[in-house]
């Protein structure tokens, strides 16, 4: 997996549209001739300072949260006298918020705001 995710920060894939004139299709790179860059971890990857005041923002607002609680440190049951059924919902907003799928497996350890920092700090799509 580690590997994985260093050949990842690195990958550029070009993308483009095709236009289809008459009876075929042309390439043509998206935004008038040039192309588009995706990057995993291009200049625009958070820094961690960043999926930290995020992170904590998303747990501060779950409604059966004290926000005074809230820190780094947090575990959502242990911490915070969350349910199985909350953890879940604050990784779905997790989710929601850094625009990415965090797999059931992954999701299931996923047990405290240091946790979710340290996924969603290392995953390559976040965003």
Do not use: W
Not at 5 to 25: E, F, N, W
Not at 47 to 75: G, Q, W
Not at 91 to 107: G, Q
């Amino acid at each position: 997996m580690a590997l994985r995710a260093a050949i990842l920060r690195h990958v550029r894939v070009p993308v483009q549209t095709l236009i289809i004139t008459g009876s075929k299709l042309q390439p043509r790179a998206l935004y008038g001739g040039s192309l588009r860059f995706l990057s995993s971890h291009g200049d625009d990857h958070l820094t961690k300072d960043e999926v930290i005041d995020r992170v904590l923002s998303v747990v501060k607002s779950f409604p059966k949260v004290d926000p005074s609680k809230v820190n780094a440190d947090v575990h959502f049951q242990n911490d915070l006298g969350l349910d199985s059924l909350d953890n879940v919902e604050i990784v779905m907003a997790l989710e929601e918020e850094f625009k990415l799928e965090i797999p059931d497996k992954e999701a299931d350890k996923i047990e405290s705001c240091n946790l979710a920092i340290e996924y969603i700090y290392n995953h390559p799509l976040a965003g």
